[in-house]
């Protein structure tokens, strides 16, 4: 726990990162920067996506599957949207584009 831990510590020190959520896959996040109104926001709307997406992957390759999503986002708030898929949980880390 203490490597998942000092990971997450040394991708929030990076001064382009907004955010990071951990969720799991029923969409309860277990952990958040993020204040709780903007974290249940991009949990609502990421969970969905990466459902859709998963889905969509596993159509064209049933023994395949999706392991990351990324998402520029280029109107009012520029920002990248980065979101990892590992056992049942998903990482949403959220980024300023440079």
């Not at 000092?6 to 907004?18: F, H, P």
């Not at 986002?73 to 980024?95: S, W």
């Amino acid at each position: 726990m203490a490597e998942v831990e000092d990971t997450l510590k040394r991708i929030e020190a990076r001064e382009d990162v907004v955010g990071i959520i951990i969720v799991n896959l029923d969409g309860v996040y277990l952990r958040s920067t993020l204040d709780d109104a903007l974290t249940a926001q991009y949990t609502k709307h990421l969970d969905r996506l990466t459902v859709m997406a998963r889905s969509v992957v596993r159509n064209i390759d049933p023994e395949d599957d999706l392991t990351s999503l990324r998402l520029r986002i280029e109107k009012n708030d520029k920002h990248e949207i980065m979101v990892g898929l590992e056992n049942d949980y998903l990482v949403i880390v959220i980024q300023k584009i440079r």
